[in-house]
């Protein structure tokens, strides 16, 4: 018998890793862990992330029940439950889909070295991008920093092998792995076995609505005019938490967003792909600042502000709404992430990496290598990142991309009345000159050293 776990591709169809085992033709057992190493160190024991994965796990066993097998779903720690399926089954290989992230390339060599003493394989598939970061290299060897070239020799490398599907032709790396066609392979189910519950691991469910898994046709055809917008109901896709869990296959929205007329769609799931690869090549980023000079920049770090600003009671009304808006739904829009993501590092002269922490709680998307991208681009300190001295004006950005207060007045009921703060936690050109002054000086001083 062969083991597949699933991690982070929720899903029966186009699996990469799962269509592998399953063609081997050995009965396949389908697993799913809920992690203790990292549900038991959530801040809160209301997670929304933890209610999506779990009622996700549900549906994924609902599919294996319509195949007439089971989902085997356990509660606790990885190596400890890979070590007693081993022992119990002598399995003949365990299968799985690649993840990037340094504590789950840890916790793989870990299990790798559990099953290498029985002499099982442990084989890994590429599932969750389209292109891992040796794929996308520059001419001259090693990999990009900068999104725009990174994107040219991406698209180029989709156009390189061509493959059919349903009599079209479409890149090789975008065909999806028909996943039904060996499910016959699948262990046969007897009693289904139960996905634990929220409550069984300690945690209360809170009702959070999840949006659907597919885009309209008519939020894709207008995404470019309308993705800047947050108050624009369906102006964006709300599928990042779908992606990050593998709800949905990579390979199937990038199939859609290249038939659309427009490319502003495709180019932001390339701009997922990018993040990742910048992961993968310098995993140091996710403690360092990756241009290293940003580390020595003297944060103010003050906590009464860091906390008005994770509540949503800066004075700013648009980074009022957005952190609003994150701390109920679990999203935030991306045009306010940035912003508000900005007004943290450069009005207020806190570090990325709180900011950041704060995002990786309470986002149902997050993502390690996106956040953390989008992070260092707000601070200037990524690879491919807003320069220093361009700061938002978040007045400029009202105007522009919510000029009639839609989506503040949606966040911030008290906008406009007495109760709303007359002035900002640190007003605009105040913040403005004072990160333009420490910033300098601190990378200039850096530079010289
Ligand atoms: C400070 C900051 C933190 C962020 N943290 C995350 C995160 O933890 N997880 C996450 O998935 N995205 C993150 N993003 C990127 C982006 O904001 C979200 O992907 C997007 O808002 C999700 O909504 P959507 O699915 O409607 O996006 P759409 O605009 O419909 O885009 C479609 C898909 O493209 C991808 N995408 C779009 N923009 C980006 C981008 N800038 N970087 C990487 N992928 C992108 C996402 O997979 C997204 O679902 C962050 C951006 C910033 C500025």
């Known amino acids: ?94 299968y799985t889909n690649r993840d990037y992230e340094p ?102 469910p809170t009702e959070i609505e999840i949006p659907p898994k597919e885009a309209s046709d008519e939020t894709l055809k207008h995404y470019h005019s309308t993705r800047d917008y947050p108050a624009t109901t369906d102006g964006t896709s709300r599928i990042s938490h779908h992606l990050r869990h593998g709800t949905v296959s990579i390979r199937a929205k990038m199939l859609r967003a290249m038939q659309l007329e427009d490319d502003t769609f495709f180019r932001e799931l390339i701009w997922r792909d990018f993040y990742s690869n910048v992961l993968q090549a310098f995993p140091r980023v996710v403690d360092e600042s990756y241009r290293r000079e940003y580390d020595t920049i003297p944060w103010v770090n003050d906590e009464e502000q860091f906390q008005a600003w994770c509540e949503g009671r800066t004075g700013v009304p648009l980074v009022d709404a957005g952190m609003r808006q994150l701390n109920t739904i679990g999203w935030m829009h991306n045009r306010v992430r940035m912003i508000t993501a900005s007004y943290l590092v450069k009005h207020l002269l806190i570090d990325w990496r709180w900011g950041e922490g704060y995002f990786a709680d309470k986002l149902l998307d997050y993502e390690l290598a ?65 990160a333009l002054r420490v910033y300098k000086k601190a990378l200039t001083e850096a530079r010289e050293s």
Do not use: C
Request: negative net charge; glycine residues 6%.
């Open 1 to 94: 018998m062969t083991i597949f776990w699933h991690r982070r591709d929720l899903r029966f169809s186009d699996n990469a890793g799962l269509y592998r085992a399953l063609k081997t033709g050995d009965p396949v057992l389908p697993i799913f862990i809920f992690d203790r190493n990292i549900l038991d160190k959530l801040p809160s024991k209301t997670d929304v992330r933890v209610e999506f994965i779990q009622r996700s796990v549900v549906e994924l066993a609902e599919a294996y029940r319509a195949h007439g097998s089971d989902l085997r779903a356990y509660y606790g720690h990885p190596v400890e439950i890979l070590r007693e399926l081993r022992d119990a089954h002598q399995p003949t290989a365990v």
């Open 103 to 204: 504590y789950a390339i840890a916790r793989d060599l870990a299990v790798k070295e559990l099953l290498d003493e029985h002499d099982i394989p442990f084989y890994h598939f590429k599932d969750h991008v389209i292109f891992e970061s040796d794929e996308v290299q520059k001419q001259a060897g090693g990999p990009y920093t900068v999104y725009t070239p990174y994107m040219k020799r991406w698209r180029k490398q989709l156009a390189t092998r061509m493959s059919t599907y349903e009599g079209e032709d479409i890149s090789y790396y975008l065909k999806p792995y028909p996943t039904e066609k060996y499910a016959g392979n699948l262990l046969p189910g007897k009693a289904p076995s139960p996905v634990p519950t929220l409550e069984e691991m300690g945690f209360t």
């Open 370 to 434: 996106s956040n953390n991208g989008g992070w260092q681009w707000a601070a200037g300190s990524g690879a491919d990142a807003q320069p220093y001295f361009r700061i938002f004006n978040h007045h400029s950005q009202q105007v522009k991309f919510d000029k009639d207060y839609a989506y503040v007045k949606e966040w911030v009921p008290e906008y406009d009345t007495d109760d709303y703060p007359s002035e900002p936690l640190v007003e605009h050109k105040f913040g403005r000159d004072r």
